[in-house]
Every structure is written in C-alpha cells, then in structure tokens.
C-alpha cells in the first residue's frame, strides 16, 4: 500500500483539491493536439447507435433465458426494471453485461434466472421503445463486462473549422481519423463515468474529517450510488495518470516498469526493457501500456513508470486512501484504445457518419474527444 500518512490522509479535503481534478477531467489534453472542429453530436436518438457484441453464443438449454433487446431513450435499469413487470422475476435476478447510454438507440442482452418462465412471454416486453430482437437459453447468467465488444454508429452535424473555409473540415477530421484508425486513441473514461456530480460526491463519501458538520456530510449512500462514486473516483486517477502520459507523449510508448496489456484480453505482465520483441508487439497494437485502477496493494508497475503513478495519484489522496478502505484492489486498464472497423462518410455539407467497434468497458466519447469539439444538442 502506498505511504498516504499526510494531513489528508486522514480524511481532511481542500476545496484545492477536488476542484483541481474536476478541472482536469473537464480539459484532458489530446494526443493529435488541439482539436481544430467543431460539431454537435446526439441531436436525436439515432443519431448514437450502439450494438452490444456478446463474443460467444448461448447453449439453447439451461435454466437462463436470455433476451437481446433494443432500447430507446431507456436505461439499462429500466429495461431490467421492465422485465420485472412483465415476467414478475425478482431484479436480483437479472442480469447483464453492461450500463448502456439512454440517450440514444442501444442494443444489449439480458438474462433471467427462472427455469420455469416461457420463452414466448417475453414477447410481452415489446413496446415503442423497446424491441426484442432474439430469445434463447443458456447454463449460466450473464456476468456484468462479459460480452466482448461494442459496435458504434454515430451521427455528427453542424461540423466547421474553428479557422478555414467551410469546407476544411472534412479535410482536417479525414486526416485525425485516418490517425485514430492506425494508432488508437488514449484511452480515457468518457464523461458520463463523472455525471450527475459523482466527483463531488466520492469526496463527500470518503471525508471523514472531525470538521465536517453533520448537515453537510453525504446522506447514506445506495449500494448503486456507492458503486457510482467508486467509479468515479477511480476512473478520474486513471485519467489523471493518462493525461500525464498524453502531455508529455509517451502514452502509447513503453516505458522503463510499465505493465503491458494483450490486446483484447485482461492479461497484464511486466514488461522486459531487454525483450526485443516489445517494440515491435506495440507498434503492431498487439500489447498496450496499461495505468492503475487504484485499489489497496502495491503498484504493479516499476521504477519511473511508479514514480510517475504515484506522483499523480497522491495529488488526491482522499481518493486513493478511500479506494483502499473501500476494499479495493489495485488492477490495470490499458491507456491505448485501438479503434477497430472504423468507416466514416461525410454528406449534406456539415454531417459526418462513424462506425467503429471498441473493446467492452471502453468509452465512445473517447474518440470523440480526439477528433473534434463537440457539444451535445
């Protein structure tokens, strides 16, 4: 465990420190520099379509029915709240891979344990805003970050050069996705991982400062909220350490202690400066550096690569002492996402389309974030 024995060790936090991070996460650096577009992306629900890759197919018998549904303008909770309705199965016992956006056209499957529930009475979910679109069975229950990939289709309009003609825009994010195609992009946590103040309240969560007034301490938390906030926090130390590496532009270079990753597995090992072979395996998107998900434990990166994890993450150590009580333990996150299947087309002067495939737990918005700024309509 690393050496938090400080002041806010103890559970004290400065304004200084929460409002440092927050502005971080609100100006994280780009890899290619500066973006030099701008656009507006969700104008309507169809203009963000994701489709969940599961990676393997059901048995056809067990005691799991599984449905594959496409939601509209729904969360994730919804759906399996719906379930619940419809079939009268009890939440706890659904399940799913993973959190889909509601804002937007999202395909993602569903399990429910209840060997006795018929496949033709899911048919009752149906509605405008949601459709079923395949029911089978399976031995086992769907495990949350299971499925394998998500595939993308999103919608940009209103596109223009932030200086240059009205046209340059297609020329300007033709040469940045040409670049993403070829090297990925850092692998950030997107915005919707800090919503709804989910920083400020890990803060609040984890200050245990005598100071605190009873009135202004955090309500007790949900087991959902407290999941959130963990997240939160632990995602936004992720992305400190990334933003180091993408300032300095090293990200996707191997340095002295890095932890590498096997591209589209959850393998990590300790990579060997004497090993030949590794700047080959990088630049060919086989292996990626990985950064810290902050947890209890040691590091399991080495000399300057630690030096520089535990620089950024002591920055917050409010965040990093509550992660540890909080039972966490110190895992890896690979800092490349490689953008695979991307296809793009530009049309009616100002729009552009994208499809693109990401690895399951990685963020849309992270290419977004590299090739343009966007707002949300």
Not at 74 to 85: C, G, K, P, S, Y
Not at 135 to 162: D, I
Not at 180 to 199: K, L, T
Not at 209 to 238: C, G
Request: hydrophobic share 35%; net charge neutral.
């Amino acid at each position: 465990m690393t050496d938090l024995h400080n002041e806010q060790a103890e559970g004290i936090v400065t304004e200084a420190e929460q409002a440092d991070l927050i502005e971080l996460m609100a100006r994280l650096p780009h890899a290619l520099g500066a973006t030099e577009v701008t656009g507006v992306f969700k104008k309507a629900a169809g203009d963000f379509v994701v489709d969940e890759v599961l990676g393997f197919n059901c048995t056809g018998q067990g005691e799991h029915v599984w449905v594959q549904v496409q939601k509209t303008m729904l969360t994730t909770l919804d759906v399996a709240r719906r379930i619940t309705e419809v079939t009268g199965v009890p939440l706890k016992r659904i399940s799913y891979s993973g959190l889909k956006d509601k804002q937007g056209v999202c395909s993602q499957w569903f399990s429910i344990h209840d060997k006795s529930l018929s496949e033709s009475s899911i048919q009752d979910l149906d509605s405008d805003n949601l459709k079923i679109l395949a029911v089978s069975r399976n031995s086992r229950k769907l495990r949350r970050g299971s499925h394998g990939a998500n595939h993308f289709r999103l919608r940009l309009t209103g596109l223009r050069s932030k200086c240059g003609t009205d046209s340059s825009h297609e020329l300007l994010l033709s040469s940045r996705l040409q670049s993403i195609a070829s090297r990925g992009v850092p692998n950030y946590f997107g915005e919707q991982r800090f919503g709804f103040d989910n920083i400020e309240n890990a803060f609040a969560y984890f200050d245990t400062s005598a100071e605190r007034s009873e009135q202004n301490r955090t309500p007790r938390a949900s087991r959902t909220q407290r999941s959130m906030w963990l997240s939160a926090a632990r995602s936004a130390l992720f992305n400190a350490v990334l933003a180091e590496r993408v300032q300095h532009g090293n990200w996707d270079s191997l340095l002295d202690g890095d932890v590498m990753n096997l591209d589209g597995t959850g393998s990590v090992f300790l990579a060997d400066s004497e090993d030949p072979a590794l700047p080959e395996r990088l630049s060919g998107m086989d292996i990626h550096p990985t950064g810290p998900l902050w947890g209890k434990g040691a590091l399991r990166s080495l000399g300057g690569t630690r030096a520089l994890e535990q620089a950024c993450c002591l920055r917050w150590p409010t965040l990093c002492r509550g992660l540890e009580r909080a039972g966490l333990e110190q895992q890896r996150r690979s800092l490349r996402l490689p953008v695979k299947r991307l296809h793009y087309r530009f049309f009616d002067g100002d729009q552009l389309e994208l499809s693109f495939e990401l690895p399951a737990g990685c963020f849309a918005t992270a290419v977004l974030h590299e090739l343009l700024d966007y707002s949300q309509a």
